[in-house]
């Protein structure tokens, strides 16, 4: 069993940057693919960016790439996300989650999560 904890969400005004957090309890990261999701008020959750299990590949939605960045942590069981030219549409509940397999672009690949940071964009 993994636990997930985000952590670094908050009020950000547009262009600026935030980087989240993924802390991993229970045991380290480095067996799993991790990926980032977002949800905004009234709106399926979407996949934001993945990584796979060595870090050695990455994935990002369009609406993000050249914005944010997905990395692992040296001591194995940190994920980060690094979010920068920050939109309001980039606004939502962003979630960490850990999968068993890759390509994992969807919900239904993944076996754990975490319980979600706000992040809030204004204009």
């Known amino acids: 069993q993994v636990q997930l904890v985000e952590s670094g969400g908050g009020l950000v005004q547009a262009g600026g940057s935030l980087r989240l957090s993924c802390a991993a309890s229970?045991?380290?990261?480095?067996?799993?693919?991790m990926g980032w999701f977002r949800q905004a008020p009234g709106q399926e959750r979407e996949f934001v960016a993945a990584t796979t299990s060595s870090g050695s590949n990455t994935y990002y939605t369009n609406s993000v790439k050249g914005r944010f960045t997905i990395s692992r942590g040296s001591a194995k069981n940190t994920v980060y996300l690094q979010m920068s030219s920050l939109k309001p549409e980039d606004t939502a509940v962003y979630y960490c989650?850990?999968?068993?397999?890759?390509?994992?672009?969807?919900?239904?690949?993944?076996?754990?999560w975490g319980q979600g940071t706000q992040v809030t964009v204004s204009s």
């Open positions: 229970g045991r380290t990261l480095s067996s799993y693919a």
């Open positions: 989650a850990a999968s068993f397999n890759w390509p994992a672009v969807v919900p239904e690949r993944y076996s754990y």
